[in-house]
């Protein structure tokens, strides 16, 4: 598989989300089993919808890149900054809400795919 196959799935999968947090966040968040999510709730739905919408847009605008040096820098921007973001918002959701749903597990485990496939990208250095 190359490496803009992907970065365009993934950018596909995780603008998904973006707008479901973003847009509709009290209907995403009924999909994690918040059945009347606070002011706050809503509020963190949309910041981390904001910014999958930005890490995807990242992710799409990679795909059209030639210059090899600045791809990778990319890349390690999205290996570092996504994961990190993903596991820290669906961590809390599991550790401090008490629940570890199956959305919540698929949502874990997504981005560690996505996390290997990116890594394995940057360290052969394949296109």
Known sequence: MKLNTVLA?????VALFGIGFFF???MTLAIYHKEVPST????????????CLGFALLGWLTRSITDAPARRKILAAI???FPL??????????????????A????????????????????TKRE
């Open 9 to 13: 799935i993934w950018a596909i999968i």
């Open 40 to 51: 706050g709730h809503i509020s963190m739905a949309r910041l981390y919808g904001g910014v």
């Open 79 to 81: 290996i570092i900054g």
């Open 24 to 26: 509709v966040p009290e």
């Open 85 to 102: 973001v993903h596991l820290v918002v669906f961590l809390k959701a599991i550790l401090l809400d008490g629940k570890a749903t199956t």
């Open 104 to 123: 919540n597990l698929v949502s874990v485990s997504l981005p560690a795919v996505f996390l290997c496939l990116f890594g394995y990208f940057y360290i």
